[in-house]
């Protein structure tokens, strides 16, 4: 009979915990090699093989020309041609081999939004400057969907937020209008998938005047519609498209710290997941994928203007 209950105690504890297991979020964070500089608030794009770091508060300055480019086989940091002007709050994406680095502000507050468009070679390590943006904005949200860039949101030289849509055609190198976002907001997360734009989250002024919007642009339609709210509602966290989710990390700002959440909306469902959250929260973080891993350089671990060189990654199974 006693071994029958230690048995049984043992099947009990075993059972637990497997359910314990398998409620637990998935996915798994990990840290790299840290960055020789503080920064905050600068472009994650991953391109070529390498994770490249742009602009943001850094050396000092609340806006940087600094560029720095990991590689993930060495995990080492080396310097690379800077930008051809400084920038806070730019956004980058990837495109044909191509970075582009689009918006950005010149100080803290959302002060001195820029127009800047600049395209970057990885591979002859050298810049250019494209056609500028009709209205200057910061902390836009960037995506490309058919070979064209979509500039949508930000905040303006005004400092106020803004619901204007820009598209920009590299052929042409000219920007042309979209339909305008449908709630003005800036610091949202961002991504294209199968032909459309997701522009989630944000907020419309202060941190504390956050969203859950889920807006989604139709290019051939030229409209929008809605999707499911972000489940966590917050501004200023980094999105990427990761294994056919759009995952969303951290944001500003709450009681105790910045959003350590990490929350996927898997566009074949229509659902949000819940994955394991950041080992530390952070805001003014972008986000960039290789498609196995998804990288997050520097940011805000705290609450208001902070800085961190702490490279970390996030992968699911």
Request: hydrophobic fraction near 40%; include cysteine; glycine fraction near 12%.
């Amino acid at each position: 009979m006693r071994v029958d209950r230690i048995a049984l105690c043992l099947c009990v504890s075993v059972a637990c915990l497997a359910a314990t297991s398998a409620q637990a979020p998935q996915g798994v964070w990990a840290e790299k090699a840290a960055m020789a500089d503080l920064r905050s608030e600068a472009a994650n794009v991953f391109a070529n093989g390498k994770l490249y770091v742009m602009g943001g508060l850094a050396r000092g300055l609340e806006s940087h020309t600094l560029v720095t480019e990991w590689d993930p086989v060495a995990n080492t940091w080396r310097e690379r041609a800077p930008m051809p002007g400084p920038l806070s709050h730019p956004q980058g994406l990837e495109m044909n081999g191509k970075i582009y680095v689009i918006g950005g502000f010149l100080a803290q507050v959302h002060v001195g939004a820029q127009n800047a468009a600049f395209e970057y070679d990885p591979a002859a390590d050298r810049w250019r400057t494209l056609a500028p943006l009709k209205v200057a904005r910061g902390s836009i949200a960037v995506a490309a969907v058919n070979g064209k860039i979509h500039a949508i949101g930000g905040r303006t030289p005004d400092r106020v937020t803004s619901a204007v849509h820009e598209i920009y055609d590299p052929a042409t190198n000219t920007w042309t209008d979209g339909a305008p976002l449908p709630l003005a907001r800036d610091h949202t997360a961002a991504a294209a998938v199968n032909g459309r734009i997701h522009v989630i989250g944000g907020r419309t002024n202060t941190p504390a005047e956050g969203v859950n919007r889920h807006d989604i642009y139709d290019p051939v339609k030229n409209a929008w519609t809605t999707g499911p709210p972000l489940p966590t509602t917050r501004s200023g966290g980094a999105s990427v498209l990761y294994k056919g989710m759009i995952v969303v990390m951290g944001g500003e700002c709450r009681s105790g710290g910045p959003f350590d959440e990490t929350e996927g909306f898997d566009v074949k469902t229509g659902q949000w997941r819940t994955f394991a959250p950041m080992p530390v929260g952070k805001h003014g973080i972008t986000a960039s994928t290789d498609g196995t891993t998804v990288y997050i350089a520097g940011g805000n671990p705290e609450c208001g203007m902070s800085f961190s060189n702490r490279l970390v990654t996030f992968t699911l199974p």
